[in-house]
């Protein structure tokens, strides 16, 4: 239902590597580029304070985040993997 070119980061990957993906491809045009998120796959890299709460939806909350939301160890997509992440991947079920 967008009303503009939009870009997926793969449903089933991980969230640490979608997020490294979207990162990346942020930071091509980091002014126009904002990224859609689920709120679990935030931490540690993305700054709540910096970032915009979209909504609850499908049992999960939802942000955008702009260039300047993501911490500087994560820029270049160098996102960590959650030591439980697979399992707590609602993805995964």
């Not at 002014?31 to 910096?50: G, S």
Request: glycine share 4%.
């Amino acid at each position: 239902m967008a009303d503009r070119p939009t870009r997926e980061f793969g449903f089933v990957k991980p969230w640490h590597e979608q997020l490294a993906a979207a990162i990346r491809w942020q930071e091509e045009m980091p002014q126009t580029r904002w990224i859609f998120v689920l709120a679990d796959a935030m931490a540690p890299c993305i700054d709540q304070d910096k970032s915009t709460y979209v909504g609850h939806a499908n049992r999960r909350e939802w942000w955008l985040f702009r260039s300047d939301a993501v911490a500087p160890a994560c820029r270049g997509g160098n996102v960590p993997a959650a030591p439980n992440e697979a399992r707590d991947d609602p993805n995964t079920n």
